[in-house]
């Protein structure tokens, strides 16, 4: 019974360090504008962007419509690619062998140089913005459920196989499972990337979305506005990646009850 | 010893090769019904090859595998075996992975687990359905595997060096098990071991395995009821058969 009492503990103090670091550097922040070391134009203190954040909440929201429903299609497409892809590359080695080197190199291209090509292509609507975040989401998950794939302990496969099981079902009990702990972890990758992917493929060219929105408030030279919709991506990124950590919980909860032994 | 005349499990002769290298000759055994046979033999010496050409993982190069008369040489699905380690897959409960093997040869899911989940209490496993199996200890994960191992083979268990992972204490608590559950369902077994102790004490008849290539170069019967074993380690009777094991080794 002491156990989960102290890994409670734990898991409060861990959270000690991060908390006090980021009070430190709002802190600093906060010292800065006030000293007047800097301009207010040129950086709002927290107080400041906090209210512009309350003030222009509502439009931010709607921008984050178009982004969000940018950013979760090309997680989704993203996702359902780096399946069929990890699933092919895993049956057959010619493949992964012809496939993995091209997959390392689609992910040197920086995201900003593709962005406008995909624009000149696709136009300015969402889909060189979904393209973008499909190309940026499906590497992480890909190579992720590849390693889980290729995790799983040989004597588990034959000794399925030696109970009579065939590919299909060597692949749905075993690989498929085993490989959703990375699944998860690149997954939680991607959610940020998906979300970063569509900002910034708004930058170049759109009607609408928090990259877009962002551009504007540049040009007008609202410090302050661009300091909030940050705070508001950093919110929305984090918000995802939590949503991953409670649907892994939710998927594997082997997970949860093996922890707490 | 309930034995019947027709074995349930007969090797015919088989030889197995990789490449240039013979692992395993000439290897003719028989289990019956009911029996405990044990191969003993030092490390490298092909048990486990040979464990893999009985369950029909890989086809001899030579010979016979024999189920109940039937021939099943090279045709997975028929014996499964157990190893030293559990195997027991993490992220499926303990009942999930009991009934895989029934699973697996097409049982619906909720009848698969109904006929598993019978098995449980037998198998001193009751009340473990829900947990997954690193919430049970190493000797409750073995019996798990092999409730799977007895589940996936139709009353044979091949098992290799099951026993050998766990601490004295334990192995002597799951051998006493062992005997006793064997002697409730309808179970025979063939057993890998390189432990001279263990083989004496659970065996009915010890195949002894020479190496390079593995053949079998002696047999011998241990002649003490399996219901008497209790204590049978602290006796002479024991010390003269490990003094055989010992010189035919």
């Given at each position: 019974?002491?156990?989960?009492?102290?890994?409670?503990?734990?898991?409060?103090?861990?959270?000690?360090?991060?908390?006090?670091?980021?009070?430190?550097?709002?802190?600093?922040?906060?010292?800065?504008?006030?000293?007047?070391?800097?301009?207010?134009?040129?950086?709002?203190?927290?107080?400041?962007?906090?209210?512009?954040?309350?003030?222009?909440?509502?439009?931010?929201?709607?921008?984050?419509?178009?982004?969000l429903?940018e950013a979760f299609i090309g997680l989704g497409i993203g996702i359902g690619l780096a399946f069929v892809c990890a699933v092919l590359m895993d049956r057959?080695?010619?493949l992964y062998?012809?496939l993995y080197p091209i997959l390392v190199i689609t992910q040197t291209i920086?995201t900003?140089?593709l962005?406008?090509?995909?624009?000149?292509?696709?136009?300015?609507?969402?889909?060189?913005k979904i393209a973008l975040v499909v190309l940026t989401t499906f590497f992480p998950i890909a190579v992720s459920l590849l390693d889980g794939y290729r995790s799983v302990?040989?004597?588990?496969?034959?000794?399925?196989?030696?109970?009579?099981?065939?590919?299909?079902?060597?692949f749905?009990?075993?690989k498929f499972p085993a490989a959703l702990g990375s699944f998860f972890s690149g997954l939680k990758i991607s959610a940020s990337y998906a979300v970063v992917g569509a900002?910034?493929?708004?930058?170049?060219?759109?009607?609408?979305?928090?990259?877009?929105?962002?551009?504007?408030?540049?040009?007008?030279?609202?410090?302050?506005?661009?300091?909030?919709?940050?705070?508001?991506?950093?919110?929305?990124s984090?918000?995802l990646m939590l949503l991953v950590t409670v649907l892994r919980?939710l998927v594997m909860?082997?997970e949860?009850?093996?922890?707490?032994? | 010893?309930?034995?019947?005349?027709?074995?349930?499990?007969?090797?015919?002769?088989?030889?197995?090769?990789?490449?240039?290298?013979?692992?395993?000759?000439?290897?003719?055994?028989?289990?019956?019904?009911?029996?405990?046979?044990?191969?003993?033999?030092?490390?490298?010496?092909?048990?486990?090859?040979?464990?893999?050409?009985?369950?029909?993982?890989?086809?001899?190069?030579?010979?016979?595998?024999?189920?109940?008369?039937?021939?099943?040489?090279?045709?997975?699905?028929?014996?499964?075996?157990?190893?030293?380690?559990?195997?027991?897959?993490?992220?499926?409960?303990?009942?999930?992975?009991?009934?895989?093997?029934?699973?697996?040869?097409?049982?619906?899911?909720?009848?698969?687990?109904?006929?598993?989940?019978?098995?449980?209490?037998?198998?001193?496993?009751?009340?473990?359905?829900?947990?997954?199996?690193?919430?049970?200890?190493?000797?409750?994960?073995?019996?798990?595997?092999?409730?799977?191992?007895?589940?996936?083979?139709?009353?044979?268990?091949?098992?290799?060096?099951?026993?050998?992972?766990?601490?004295?204490?334990?192995?002597?608590?799951?051998?006493?098990?062992?005997?006793?559950?064997?002697?409730?369902?309808?179970?025979?077994?063939?057993?890998?071991?390189?432990?001279?102790?263990?083989?004496?004490?659970?065996?009915?008849?010890?195949?002894?395995?020479?190496?390079?290539?593995?053949?079998?170069?002696?047999?011998?019967?241990?002649?003490?009821?399996?219901?008497?074993?209790?204590?049978?380690?602290?006796?002479?009777?024991?010390?003269?058969?490990?003094?055989?094991?010992?010189?035919?080794?």
């Amino acid at each position: 019974m002491c156990l989960p009492l102290t890994k409670k503990f734990q898991s409060i103090t861990n959270k000690i360090p991060p908390v006090i670091t980021l009070a430190l550097i709002v802190f600093v922040w906060y010292l800065i504008c006030d000293r007047q070391l800097v301009s207010p134009t040129m950086l709002p203190s927290p107080k400041a962007t906090l209210q512009v954040l309350v003030k222009d909440f509502p439009i931010l929201m709607r921008h984050a419509k178009t982004t969000l429903t940018e950013a979760f299609i090309g997680l989704g497409i993203g996702i359902g690619l780096a399946f069929v892809c990890a699933v092919l590359m895993d049956r057959f080695k010619v493949l992964y062998h012809a496939l993995y080197p091209i997959l390392v190199i689609t992910q040197t291209i920086p995201t900003v140089a593709l962005a406008p090509i995909l624009i000149l292509w696709l136009g300015y609507e969402m889909e060189p913005k979904i393209a973008l975040v499909v190309l940026t989401t499906f590497f992480p998950i890909a190579v992720s459920l590849l390693d889980g794939y290729r995790s799983v302990d040989p004597d588990e496969i034959r000794l399925l196989r030696s109970m009579g099981a065939n590919r299909v079902q060597t692949f749905l009990l075993i690989k498929f499972p085993a490989a959703l702990g990375s699944f998860f972890s690149g997954l939680k990758i991607s959610a940020s990337y998906a979300v970063v992917g569509a900002v910034i493929s708004e930058w170049i060219g759109g009607f609408e979305g928090l990259g877009v929105y962002m551009t504007r408030v540049r040009k007008a030279y609202a410090f302050d506005k661009m300091f909030a919709v940050i705070l508001f991506i950093i919110a929305v990124s984090l918000l995802l990646m939590l949503l991953v950590t409670v649907l892994r919980t939710l998927v594997m909860p082997w997970e949860r009850k093996t922890k707490t032994k | 010893m309930i034995t019947s005349a027709e074995p349930v499990l007969v090797t015919e002769g088989i030889r197995k090769s990789f490449g240039e290298k013979t692992v395993i000759d000439n290897i003719s055994i028989r289990l019956y019904r009911n029996e405990l046979v044990c191969l003993l033999g030092q490390s490298g010496a092909g048990k486990t090859t040979l464990f893999n050409v009985i369950s029909g993982l890989y086809q001899p190069d030579a010979g016979r595998v024999l189920l109940s008369g039937e021939d099943v040489t090279g045709r997975p699905g028929q014996i499964s075996y157990m190893l030293q380690k559990d195997l027991l897959l993490p992220y499926r409960t303990v009942l999930g992975n009991v009934a895989l093997p029934l699973i697996i040869r097409g049982v619906p899911g909720k009848k698969a687990r109904a006929e598993a989940s019978a098995l449980f209490e037998k198998f001193g496993l009751a009340g473990c359905q829900k947990k997954y199996p690193a919430q049970l200890s190493g000797g409750m994960c073995q019996r798990a595997a092999l409730l799977r191992t007895y589940l996936a083979s139709r009353g044979i268990a091949l098992l290799d060096e099951p026993f050998s992972a766990l601490d004295a204490l334990t192995k002597a608590k799951m051998h006493r098990w062992y005997l006793d559950v064997m002697q409730e369902i309808e179970l025979s077994t063939l057993f890998i071991t390189h432990d001279i102790d263990e083989a004496i004490l659970l065996s009915d008849r010890i195949y002894i395995m020479g190496s390079k290539p593995g053949t079998i170069t002696d047999e011998i019967t241990v002649d003490v009821p399996r219901g008497e074993r209790t204590g049978f380690d602290l006796t002479e009777d024991f010390l003269h058969y490990k003094q055989l094991l010992v010189s035919l080794l």
